[in-house]
């Protein structure tokens, strides 16, 4: 089929129409190996769904409260572009979480889409409330201050053991985070439309009595 020229509209039909498992086959078909990203980092609520560009941000533990506390994570995330996803790296430090509901405020207040956080978050009845879309490998209620701080921001981080460049696609939901590089991403996209179209007639097949053999060999689908 063929997409939106606008990339915020064909945001909008992956997160109606697509799922993760089917991304993920897409991009296992087209060489792309390494793309989903590990299981500790999980939605803070089950219908939760990002979709964007990703904004990837660096951090990693500290020993002490820096001069100007914040400071590069403020500069990220008030220099956010509409349809971005914040997917922050913390070196997987468990001393404290590293995003809450001000941080979400701010990113929702930017046009951001949700965020991917390889470390724990805080003020979670609040980012469920809100229904800000926001995935991380726990909850913890400790400030990051003197804890974690951002060394750096807009360049290439491996968060949940995946390599993510900056304007790479995020598309997470509770099946879990798929990476789609930039340079495929709208053919990713065009297949995994296809592919989910030939998954609903497997569906209705199966439904009807057809055995996993018959569908296998004739739709190339289990």
Sequence with gaps: M?????????????????????LADIVDQMGFRNQTMAARIRPLY???????????????EVQAVPARPYRLCIEALDGLEPGEVPVISAGRAESAAFWGELLATATRARGGRGAVVDAYSRDVNHLIQMRFPSF???????????????????????????????????????????????????????????????????????????????????????
């Design 2 to 22: 063929s997409l939106p020229a606008n990339d915020h509209a064909v945001f909008d039909l992956m997160e109606r129409e697509l799922y993760a498992p089917v």
């Design 46 to 60: 089950p219908e939760a769904v990002v979709v964007g560009r990703a904004m990837p941000m660096l951090g990693m």
């Design 136 to 222: 991380a490998t726990g909850i913890r209620p400790t400030d990051s201050l003197g804890r974690i701080d951002v060394t750096d921001y807009r360049v290439p981080v491996r968060c949940g053991d995946v390599l993510v460049n900056p304007g790479d696609i995020v598309f997470a939901d509770y099946n879990g985070v798929v990476i789609i590089p930039a340079s495929a991403w709208r053919e990713v996209v065009e297949r995994a439309l296809e592919k989910v179209s030939g998954e609903n007639r497997v569906r209705e097949e199966l439904k009807n009595g057809a055995t996993l053999k018959d569908v296998f060999e004739k739709y190339g689908l289990l």
